[in-house]
């Protein structure tokens, strides 16, 4: 037997834990070979290949990123895309594919399964938006990351009085920042799922003023919107090849409009990309080493058109189609639950 594995969309820690897991069951296990494609869909289209041994996996283990690259192409938008998909795995007398990534990746995957064209999905986002798992590997990675930047500018923010906002990932779904905004005690979570009042902003951040605590701390995820509906999410006009707006800039423009209305020093700090880099939890490379492994059995057992998720403790089988159906996003209930600790 022979196997494709490809990592799409944004990287994220653990997908060297995945392909390391894969290769490793594949060659001692199934006795299968597997090849590598580079940079996501666009490796099968253009065939960007390698073949994966247990000694080109070697050391990968606790290592950020992923040694197959990334990007985020989308075989539909490709002229030919999926015949030319068809064809690489063809030439590589290749059985199927298993394809590591978010809702894009394994949108795609879910159409080429049902173009014929086999393949395995395994859930990966540090916004761990994805349904039909409970969740993704990355997200526990992002969280520490986010975390522990909040503790730092905790300390900083009490020092000076100022009021620190933090934008972190998710442009619409709010984990991120709800579950380090309340790990890392903020006083302002924003989240997209929820949008905001700007008044209500500014009156949490004077009502602590008023209570003698001259600093504040507010999350706000990417996304994150003001309820007039008007544009204070800074669009950059520009989309990648899902569609998907570049977002930022809400961060900043909190910062101006929190100053502007309270008249407290106010100062915003971007994590970006710092959340997705870097080695990954070991929450997060067990979860990842788990997929890993339930892909490449269920490859091997030609069970295609499945991903592999984690429900509870266990690590079950889906049908591509019920994790791409919706975003997994943080219900209302939610989040108004942690309404008492605000300001
Ligand atoms: O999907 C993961 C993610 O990190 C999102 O949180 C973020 O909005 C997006 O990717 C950023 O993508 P890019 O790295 O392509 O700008």
Known sequence: MRFGVLTGGGDCPGLNAVIRAVVRKAIEVHKADVIGFRDGWRGPIEDLSEQLTGESTRGILPRGGTILGSSRTNVYKRENGPELVRATLARHNIDGLIAIGGEDTLGAAHRLQQDGINVVGVPKTIDNDLGATDQTFGFDTA????????????????????????????????????????????????????????????????????????????????????????????????????????????????????????????????????????????????????????????????????????????????PLSEAVKEVRRVPVEEYQRYGVLFG
């Open 143 to 318: 969280l520490h990351v986010a975390t522990e930047a909040i503790d730092r500018l905790h300390t900083t923010a009490e020092s000076h009085n100022r009021i620190l906002v933090i934008e972190v990932m998710g442009r619409s779904a709010g984990w991120i920042a709800l579950h380090s905004g309340i790990a890392g005690g903020a006083d302002v979570i924003l989240i997209p799922e929820v949008p905001f009042d700007i008044d209500e902003v500014c009156r949490l951040i004077k009502r602590r003023h008023a209570r003698g605590r001259y600093f504040s701390i507010v999350v706000a995820a990417e996304g994150a919107t003001p309820r007039e509906g008007t544009t204070m999410t800074i669009n950059t006009g520009e989309t990648d090849e899902f569609g998907h707006p570049r977002l930022g800039g809400i961060g900043q423009r909190l910062e101006r409009e929190i100053e502007s209305r309270t008249g407290y020093e106010t100062r915003a700090t971007v994590l970006g990309h710092v959340q997705r880099g870097g080695t990954p939890t070991a929450f997060d490379r067990v979860l990842a080493t788990r997929l890993g492994l339930a892909a490449i059995d269920a490859a091997a057992a030609g069970q295609w058109g499945m991903m592999t998720a984690l429900h509870a403790t266990r690590i079950e089988l889906v």
